[in-house]
Nanobody, 123 residues
């Protein structure tokens, strides 16, 4: 599986963005997926995860109620819908794939990482 993230950009606070992560390979439906982010000068942090089937999701407290992760196993794509964006959401966002069954917030559980896409939220 190879991952390609897209959809980042510059938006004002309160706006919405949808990130996409397209996966190549035939095993997409057998991996769980996650989104992480890294702000300047900070460590990478968990944002959201979705299980192999899409039936189970998990979120960081900081984004719960604002962000929604979903996946389309026909299109081999995972999405992160981000609403009510705040300046503190500014970061490079990474998608990642894990052979862990279910959802996991631990970056060590993720086996494959895509390149990041930059999200900048202005106040």
């Amino acid at each position: 599986v190879q991952l390609q993230a897209s959809g980042g950009g510059l938006v004002q606070a309160g706006a919405s963005l949808r990130l996409s992560c397209a996966a190549s390979g035939r095993t997409f439906s057998s991996v769980s997926m996650g989104w992480f982010r890294q702000a300047p000068g900070k460590e990478r942090e968990f944002v959201a995860a979705v299980s192999e089937s899409g039936g189970s999701t998990a979120y960081a407290d900081s984004v719960k109620g604002r962000f929604t992760i979903s996946r389309d196993n026909v299109k081999n794509t995972v999405y992160l819908q981000m609403n009510s964006l705040k300046p503190e959401d500014t970061a490079v966002y990474f998608c990642a794939a894990s052979y862990y069954s279910g959802t996991t917030y631990r970056s060590l559980d993720y086996n494959l990482w895509g390149q990041g896409t930059l999200v900048t939220v202005s106040s």
